[in-house]
């Protein structure tokens, strides 16, 4: 199984450019989220997901859109990307509501917006 | 806001050494679990510890919870190399979202 897959693995954006992130997971998981990671700080939680079809904002959703079409899918959207979005972004997938089965995470996109 | 945060931010020892880091929360939680992540890669489930739950064991990982002081601690036995990552602890809040929070992790560095 591969678990859960992030495309693309980096990628260099302009002030005012955007893009998508894909989030991909094989494991018939309920439960996704983005997260991102600025350099000493812990993880954000931007967007997440409780199944198909759903979405809920979480703790910095600004400028940010998420979409769940197919169940082992969650896209990530930049609508206007500006250098504050710049960081790491770590998509994870859960069986169980809240990860109490512990998040499976992918290994992560870095996104630079210059 | 984080819920969690982790202490010390850095801990550098020598392999075979233990290691110990902390992590301190605000509101009462439903589980605590711990995570490592080591450099450009996603994070790893270590652990889940229940509030009803004062130790867990797995390998040589032991984790104590103590929820009249708010606070978790994270044991590694007999530190690896391999062992050298980014620890970090996630909590959820009582009456929230079941959502973890993660702390800003402590860095840990294990000398051969």
């Known amino acids: 199984n591969a678990g859960v897959t992030q495309t693309p693995k980096f990628r260099v954006l302009k002030t005012g450019q955007s893009m998508t992130l894909l989030c991909a997971q094989d494991m018939n998981h309920e439960y996704m989220y983005w997260y991102r990671q600025d350099p000493g700080m812990g993880l954000r939680l931007i967007h997440y997901s409780v199944g198909e079809g759903t979405t809920a904002k979480g703790e910095v959703p600004d400028g940010y859109n998420v979409s769940r079409l197919k169940k082992q899918n969650f896209l990530l959207g930049l609508e206007s990307a500006a250098p504050s979005q710049t960081s790491v972004y770590f998509c994870?997938?859960?069986?169980?509501?809240?990860?109490?089965?512990?998040?499976?995470f992918g290994s992560g996109t870095r996104l630079t917006v210059v | 806001s984080q819920q969690g945060e982790e202490d010390p931010q850095a801990l550098s020892i020598q392999g075979g050494e233990n290691a110990t880091m902390n992590c301190s929360y605000k509101?009462?939680?439903?589980?605590l679990q711990w995570y490592r992540q080591n450099s450009g890669r996603g994070l790893v489930h270590l652990i889940l510890i229940r509030s009803n739950e004062r130790e867990k064991h797995s390998g040589r990982l032991r984790v104590t919870l103590d929820t009249s002081k708010k606070s978790s601690s994270l044991l590694i036995t007999a530190s690896r190399a391999a062992d050298t990552a980014s620890y970090f602890c996630a909590t959820d809040a009582r009456g929230g979202s079941y959502i973890p929070t993660f702390g800003r992790g402590t860095s840990l560095i294990v000398h051969p």
């Open positions: 994870a997938s859960s069986f169980l509501s809240g990860g109490v089965d512990g998040y499976t």
């Open positions: 509101t009462s939680i439903n589980n």
